[in-house]
């Protein structure tokens, strides 16, 4: 009694109008994927290539805002920075945030 003929017709086309619904949600992800996720993966990769090549003399900035000079790679997880005169820490490799200068290694010739 109060359904119109036009309410019954549209009931057969469902599988096209469900491919449209989803269509923005599809785009949405695409976008934020090109936009959020790719150039964070990016950023952890330099990261971690950054920090697989820490050497003894660079200078480096930790998490924590300290800034030191390598004075020696301790094991794979631990550098020793020596951020004063006499003051040396130990930091997790992942935890040095920036390599600010390149130092050529010391002799150990000497």
Request: hydrophobic content about 45%; cysteine-free; charged content about 20%.
């Amino acid at each position: 009694m109060f359904i119109t003929p036009a309410f019954a017709q549209a009931a057969g086309g469902g599988a096209n109008n469900t491919l449209i619904s989803l269509l923005p949600f599809l785009l949405i992800f695409v976008i934020l994927y090109f936009l959020v996720i790719r150039p964070q993966q990016k950023k952890v990769k330099m990261h971690k290539d950054m920090v697989s090549s820490l050497r003894r003399g660079d200078t480096v900035v930790t998490n924590g805002g300290l800034v030191g000079k390598v004075t020696k790679v301790a094991s794979d997880t631990e550098v020793i920075v020596e951020i004063a005169k006499d003051v040396k820490i130990t930091v997790i490799r992942n935890m040095i945030q920036d390599v600010r200068s390149k130092g050529e290694p010391a002799n150990d010739n000497k």
